[in-house]
């Protein structure tokens, strides 16, 4: 299952989230400049537990790199895909947790995340000499906190469905319960040493996401916290809103909502409006004019219901405005 987008708008622009996956493709690149000093890069910046459990291991590298290893881990990956499916996923999941968050106890609470799991990791392969890297475990701690604070959202999702590949709308638990599920299957599977991937921090990333979100939902936001997440509160509402027109008896006409912040409702804005009705979808460019006010409507002539004298009747936006 591939995640196409959320049903949930967060109020400010995701800086940290955005930072975060910056500082990966950076240090993506860097690994790419790495050339045939690679492997020992990973090594030396990856989580290896065996150089924590192992004395003759240990003793090639330094009280410092032996530290950093368990901050660098989590900015690593193997291979191009890699990096493009956990960025993927924390750009789906990760704004609307920074938004419920802020800034500052988001950025700890990732960071705090993805230490954990390298910990879970660590305790379970004590022994191994294989280097774990990648975003997986802190990004599962983000889809925890996810799970918590948006069960009801609808995650848009690419299913395959036999040959074909189907959109479908899925409730958030049962997208990221499905997802924890092949985790630990996954790990408690034959397989789980094959591939090289770490299972078990997916599983304690996810799990400590949970718990450390109640820990941080108690901890007050600083005042400079909240000036900043007043700073980067947006100021404009979705470009593409989706609308489900109702209708009324055997009105022909049908209504539905169009959102507008308060800048757009002085200023006017274009919308691109996805109408569904069933399984019949129609997208086009709405302008919505200055000065408009909340309770405004707009009329879309013929995007009504046919009626029976072969006529339409229109679309009646109702203007909301947020914010």
Same mark, same amino acid.
């Given at each position: 299952?591939? !995640?196409?987008?959320?049903?949930?708008?967060?109020?400010?622009?995701?800086?940290?989230? /955005?930072?975060?996956?910056?500082?990966?493709?950076?240090?993506?690149?860097?690994?790419?400049?790495?050339?045939?000093?690679?492997? +020992?890069?990973?090594?030396?910046? @990856?989580?290896?537990?065996?150089?924590?459990?192992?004395?003759?291991?240990?003793?090639?590298?330094?009280?410092?790199?032996?530290?950093?290893?368990?901050?660098?881990?989590?900015?690593?990956?193997?291979?191009?895909?890699?990096?493009?499916?956990?960025?993927?996923? %924390?750009?789906?999941?990760?704004?609307?947790?920074?938004?419920?968050?802020?800034?500052?106890?988001?950025?700890?609470?990732?960071?705090?995340?993805?230490?954990?799991?390298?910990?879970?990791? %660590?305790?379970?392969?004590?022994?191994?000499?294989?280097?774990?890297?990648?975003?997986?475990?802190?990004?599962?701690?983000?889809?925890?906190?996810?799970?918590?604070?948006? !069960?009801?959202?609808?995650?848009?999702?690419?299913?395959?469905?036999?040959?074909?590949?189907?959109? %479908?709308?899925?409730?958030?638990?049962?997208?990221?319960?499905?997802?924890?599920?092949?985790?630990?299957?996954?790990?408690?599977?034959?397989?789980?040493?094959? @591939? @090289?991937?770490?299972?078990?921090?997916?599983?304690?990333?996810?799990?400590?996401?949970?718990?450390? %979100?109640?820990?941080?939902?108690?901890? !007050?936001?600083?005042?400079?916290?909240?000036?900043?997440?007043?700073?980067?509160?947006?100021?404009?509402?979705?470009?593409?809103?989706?609308?489900?027109?109702?209708?009324?008896?055997?009105?022909?006409?049908?209504?539905?909502?169009? /959102?507008?912040?308060?800048?757009?409702?002085?200023? @006017?804005?274009?919308?691109?409006?996805?109408?569904?009705?069933?399984?019949?979808?129609?997208?086009?460019?709405?302008?919505?004019? !200055?000065?408009?006010?909340?309770? /405004?409507?707009?009329?879309?002539?013929?995007?009504?219901?046919?009626?029976?004298?072969? +006529?339409?009747?229109?679309?009646?936006?109702?203007?909301?405005?947020?914010?």
């Amino acid at each position: 299952m591939i !995640p196409i987008r959320d049903t949930i708008r967060s109020e400010t622009y995701p800086i940290v989230n /955005s930072l975060i996956i910056a500082i990966n493709v950076l240090v993506f690149f860097i690994e790419l400049s790495q050339g045939q000093r690679l492997d +020992g890069f990973i090594k030396t910046y @990856g989580l290896v537990p065996a150089r924590y459990s192992v004395p003759q291991i240990s003793a090639y590298f330094t009280t410092g790199q032996q530290a950093i290893a368990f901050l660098s881990f989590m900015f690593l990956h193997g291979g191009f895909l890699h990096l493009l499916g956990n960025m993927w996923f %924390l750009y789906i999941f990760g704004d609307n947790v920074e938004d419920r968050l802020g800034h500052l106890r988001y950025l700890i609470f990732y960071l705090v995340c993805g230490l954990a799991s390298g910990i879970s990791h %660590l305790a379970l392969n004590w022994h191994s000499q294989t280097p774990t890297i990648g975003a997986s475990g802190a990004i599962a701690g983000v889809m925890g906190a996810y799970l918590i604070l948006y !069960p009801k959202a609808k995650v848009l999702t690419l299913v395959p469905i036999f040959f074909f590949f189907q959109f %479908l709308e899925i409730p958030a638990f049962l997208f990221l319960g499905v997802w924890f599920l092949f985790q630990f299957l996954s790990a408690a599977g034959p397989s789980a040493q094959m @591939g @090289g991937i770490a299972w078990w921090a997916h599983i304690g990333g996810f799990m400590f996401g949970i718990i450390f %979100l109640k820990l941080f939902e108690m901890l !007050p936001e600083t005042g400079a916290g909240k000036k900043f997440q007043g700073l980067t509160r947006k100021r404009s509402t979705p470009r593409l809103q989706v609308i489900r027109p109702a209708d009324v008896g055997d009105d022909p006409n049908l209504y539905g909502v169009v /959102s507008v912040s308060e800048r757009e409702a002085l200023s @006017g804005a274009h919308k691109l409006v996805n109408i569904a009705q069933g399984f019949r979808k129609k997208t086009f460019l709405l302008t919505i004019p !200055p000065g408009v006010t909340a309770g /405004s409507k707009l009329r879309l002539k013929g995007m009504g219901r046919e009626t029976p004298e072969g +006529g339409r009747g229109d679309l009646y936006l109702k203007v909301q405005i947020t914010g």
